[in-house]
C-alpha cells in the first residue's frame, strides 16, 4: 500500500472517488505467492503506518520543530482509512467462511 500523497495539478483530469491501484508485478513469483502473503503484507504496511502516525503524534507533543501538524493529521488519517479498510476485508472475510460453512452439501 503506498502512502504518499502526489501534488495535484491543474492540467490532470478530476480522479474524484478514483483510489489508486496498489503495484502488483506480474511475475511469476507474484503469482505464486497467494492471498495469505498478499494479506500479510497489507497488513504489515497497515501496522507500519499506524506506527509512523504514533511517532508523528508523540513529535508533534514534543513540540519537535521538524515535525508539522498538518504532515501528522495526513499520517494519521491515512492509518484510519488503512485499519478501516482491513476491518472491512476481515468482515467480509469471516461472511464469506460463514457462507460456505452454512451451505447444505
Same mark, same amino acid.
Given at each position: ?17 478514483? /483510489?489508486?491501484?496498489? #503495484? *502488483? %508485478? ?15 503484507? =497489507? ?18 507533543? /514534543?513540540?519537535?520543530? #521538524? *515535525? %508539522? ?15 478501516? =479498510? ?20
Amino acid at each position: 500500500m503506498d502512502l504518499r500523497l502526489s501534488p495535484v495539478s491543474t492540467s490532470m483530469p478530476s480522479r474524484v472517488g478514483v /483510489l489508486p491501484r496498489a #503495484n *502488483v %508485478s506480474a511475475t511469476p513469483d507474484a503469482k505464486s505467492a497467494g492471498f495469505s502473503s498478499a494479506l500479510k503484507g =497489507a497488513l504489515t504496511e497497515v501496522s507500519n503506518a499506524q506506527n509512523n502516525a504514533t511517532e508523528l503524534q508523540k513529535q508533534v507533543q /514534543l513540540e519537535n520543530p #521538524n *515535525v %508539522s501538524l498538518e504532515e501528522t493529521m495526513v499520517a494519521i488519517q491515512k492509518a484510519q482509512i488503512g485499519f478501516q =479498510a482491513t476491518l472491512h476485508v476481515r468482515n467480509r472475510m469471516v461472511q464469506a467462511y460463514s457462507d460456505i460453512m452454512n451451505m447444505q452439501v
